[in-house]
């Protein structure tokens, strides 16, 4: 497709599952991005990737939440064993730049609730 | 720390009313500052951009102007219509160049 494609689209996990998050970036794009959307927040940073290398991994909340890339496109973000705080919106994003191109084109993410 | 701190919503104002939403940052260095709109059921998409001081961003008849002695970028637009209605996020690199938003503003614009 011609943007970024977040699955699914929403998800609800009772306390405890682990949920997987699926981000299929703009075909060709190094960069690629997971942020957290709280309701009524600003997207906070999770992670980077610039092509399959995990760069930045510091606004990672717990060893509960992990990311990868393994082949420099598709990436899926995991977290185990989710709590109630976790419940966010999940964005993607990815540029055809490296980290400091500045413009980014976000998925329409993932919304996650957990009960 | 570094932050993105911009004006709390919800805006609601009339068509062809005069939009500023206000956006001021903390920074050391020299950051890119940017506004990204999401329209209902849309993901956030890049508005306009400013790389560097008394720069002006301008797109679909918004404008900021990165305003170095004031730390902002407020967000303006002369005559604003009901297409315009989402909620704007401002944002800026960090050190790092990573993207850091603010908490952003819903407008509501009606005819």
């Known amino acids: 497709g011609a943007g970024v494609s977040q699955s699914p689209r929403y998800k609800v996990a009772k306390r405890g599952q682990d949920v997987a998050l699926r981000c299929d970036p703009i075909?060709?794009?190094?960069?690629l991005f997971w942020y957290q959307q709280a309701l009524g927040q600003g997207p906070e940073f999770l992670t980077y990737f610039q092509n399959e290398a995990q760069l930045d991994k510091s606004g990672l909340p717990s060893d509960r939440f992990f990311a990868e890339r393994p082949e420099g496109s598709v990436s899926t973000l995991k977290i185990q064993r989710t709590q109630q705080e976790d419940s966010a919106v999940y964005l993607c994003?990815?540029?055809?730049?490296?980290?400091?191109?500045?413009?980014?084109?976000f998925g329409e993410g993932s919304r996650l609730t957990v009960l | 720390g570094d932050s993105v701190t911009q004006m709390e919503g919800p805006v609601t104002l009339s068509e062809e009313a005069f939009l500023t939403i206000n956006c001021t940052y903390t920074a050391t260095g020299y950051p890119s500052l940017f506004w990204y709109v999401q329209y209902p059921g849309e993901g956030l998409q890049l508005l306009l951009k400013?790389?560097?001081?008394?720069d002006k961003g301008s797109n679909k008849g918004f404008e900021a102007t990165y305003r170095k002695e004031t730390t902002s970028f407020h967000l303006e637009k002369g005559s604003v219509q009901v297409s315009d209605s989402a909620v704007y996020f401002c944002?800026?690199?960090?050190?790092?160049?990573?993207?850091?938003f603010g908490a952003g503003t819903r407008l509501t614009v009606k005819p």
């Open positions: 400013a790389t560097k001081a008394d």
């Open positions: 944002a800026r690199t960090n050190n790092n160049n990573d993207m850091r």
């Open positions: 075909s060709g794009h190094v960069s």
């Open positions: 994003a990815s540029s055809s730049r490296g980290r400091h191109a500045g413009e980014l084109f």
